[in-house]
């Protein structure tokens, strides 16, 4: 009972913050983006106290990140969790690639088209498709840093979905770096359909930048292997560490 209460709690005070934080950053956003994200980072940092969770980044690109455009992909979408993580913990600032039922929750996905998002409609293939076009333009034109998930919806089990070809493909078009990355733990933090947040202990992880200029469109199935190949090998070395009660040594910031 009193979990449960501690919990609502929690909630409460955290959407309120979503509130303070987030009604300005909507309102600034189209004008003053890096003030926005600034609101947005703070928004996340506070969320994941308040739940007290803890996020150890590794970035193994050293937070370089000076020649945009980059299409950040989630190899593993596990938890709502990860809406507090990357609002906190990505190196640069992004806009996203979203579907319609994610972008339409009042402010969390209101400050995702304030700030550029593109919104995909999967039940309309040709809005969809126009999405896609008008995503290959803003990399290449306005040279906006981006963010995708290449599962497309969250696991309902913790293991890894079936990859989709989208990201892939959009990366090749315009030869756009990719950096991959990785949450740990936050699946356990929030599983699928429980509305409480444990405590503990999140992982974030950025691998080494993949550079597309090497690839065609014709190697979309090689490049997606090798994504997926990324993925498994960091989720088989959490078991790994699991099984043998050790620790993963990381760099935190």
Partial sequence: MFSTLSQIAKWIVVLLATFVFLIP???????????????????????????????????????????????????NQTSLTETFIMAAYTPANFITISNIEYAIIPLVGWIQIALG??????????????????AQEVLKIKKNNMMISIEGKRTEDGELQPYKKGPIVLALANHTPIVPYITIGAYECMPYGSWKIKPGKINLIYDKIVDTNSYNIDDRNKLLSLLRT???????????????????LIHTF
């Fill in 230 to 248: 990324i993925a498994e090998k960091e989720l088989n070395l959490k078991q790994e560490v699991i099984k043998n009660d050790s620790r993963i």
């Fill in 117 to 134: 998002g593109i919104i995909i409609i999967k039940q309309n293939k040709t809005k969809a498709k126009k999405s896609i076009e008008r």
């Fill in 25 to 75: 950053a909507c309102i600034i956003g189209p004008f003053f983006k890096r003030g926005a994200f600034a609101i947005l980072k703070i928004w996340g940092r506070f969320a994941l106290f308040i739940f007290s969770i803890t996020v150890e980044v590794e970035d193994r690109n050293n937070g370089s990140y000076n020649n945009p455009p980059y299409i950040f992909i989630n190899l």
